[in-house]
């Protein structure tokens, strides 16, 4: 490690070293937490920020990898600073976490800038942290290293592996359908989630942190670490040390999130099977960084990238844990072989490819060669048309491979609430082509862009025997979610997006290969029911709502604030101390 600045350099000094009286009350604060000033003297300060919290159970081991950072930086010469955030579980935040993804970027943000550090460690891992604490800390500019929390272990009932999210949806449609008893029901909940962890299916945990690794964010190899295995604990230490290291070769974050390491990071998430929540994520982080990622360069990476892990949802049999014992992202990336450029460097200060050489692919049937795919192409569409001109998304390799090519007619739900009384009611008529609407769902519609855009699979189409449909939303779905539902249709009906326009009994066409989305109504037919269209009122008259409502972007964009855009009015000062 070559030092390229001093102590007096450091960010932290600014607080730390003048004798004055404000840094009077640094100091003596500071012993007031029974530090010496040899602890700290001389030393950078690195905040860790740490997600944990009660409320967070994909997060519960962070209480105690926070002391192994900790050790890290203690034994790298630097001084530790915890500052809690935002914990943002999926399971617990209502009505979605989606509509706090960008409050808890701001706050990591605005915790970097105020306190007294020159870096930081991010300890996220549950789908919106990540994203989340990279967004900011790019904003901010400083150099950090991801810690991601771990996929928990696989889940387990009656001899069979169950996946998170994916085993809940597909049994619950069994036991809508009348084939799981109570008692089954029962051991499923007690198996599914049975260690501390994130999400070990290929859902949007697994892919964000995927992507933060491929981005050069985490530590080589980082992502794939189960929660509970000892080489997590020893991953966090080496946080602690790489990112003291980091600090004095003044390493940040924008030498490493170029134009490189972001195509990278989407061709890793396309070979992944990737959530389509990812497509959101990885925009706005992109676009934080000062690069303008578009839709159509996820299409685009995705047309030539195939999908190799085989990992539920996209893959068939394997998880997370699986993933790791074959090798994980690594060997993940050592199967992509020159999709990858190595001009891209990561927290290490060397290249993203630099040693894939030496790693082992311990089983090709979860990480596939290129020759011989789970899916030939990258595991999203993005399609366009009248329904959608700024694009919408599908994750065919996860849906029956006969709505490639669908065309059917449409019954429109205004609200989840209309929504549940179609697909609860066994006689509602409609058949096996409907394709089912769901619309004032995304981001300022929902609010919040929840995850609704899987619909469950309306009980009259399950008596059938039927088990997927045609669904259209402007909503999400869950990263661990399968089946044919476009998701994402921008703009959303809520702000007038053509969605508002279709009525029940319209046809719908969608094709997946031409990549197009359309509603087969008459141009003048549309711009007559233009005319008539009313917009919603707004849903927010105060608070943190009103502020989303008045500034969140469309799917297609990332869904970020315009104002945290990285060329939304001139850079904001260092605090004056
Ligand atoms: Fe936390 Fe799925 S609930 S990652
Ligand atoms: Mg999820």
New binding site residues.
Partial sequence: MTPKKTYEQMRSARWMVPDDQRSFGHRSRTMQMGYDPEDWEGRPIVAILNTWSDA????VHFKDRVEWVRRGILQAGGFPMELPALSL???FVKPTTMLYRNLLAMEAEELLRSHPVDGAVLMG???K?TPALIMGALSMGLPFVFLP?GPMLRGNYAGKYLG??TDGFKYWDERRAGTISKEEWQGIEGGI?RSY???MTM????TMTAIAEAMGLSLPGASSIPAADAGHQRMSTQCGRRVVEMIWEDLTPEKIVTPAAVENAVTVAMATGCSTNAIIHVIAMARRAGIPLELDDLDRIGRTTPVIANIRPSGSNYLMEDFYYAGGLRALMKQLGDKLDSSAITVTGRSLTDGLEAVKIWNEDVIRPLTNPVYHEGSLAVLKGNLCPDGAVIKPAACDPKFHRHKGPALVADSYAELKKIIDDPDYPLTPDTVLVLRNAGPQGGPGMPEWGMIPMPKALLKLGLRDMMRISDARM???SFGACVLHAAPEAYVGGPLALLRTGDTVEVDIPARSLNMLVPDDELAARRAAWTPPPQRYGRGYGLMFSKHVEQADKGCDFDFLKTDFGPPVDEPAI
């Fill in positions: 967070q159970p994909c997060h579980s999926e399971n891992g549950c789908d942290t929390a998170s999210g989630a962890g994130h999400c859902g949007t945990a697994s869950s990263g661990t």
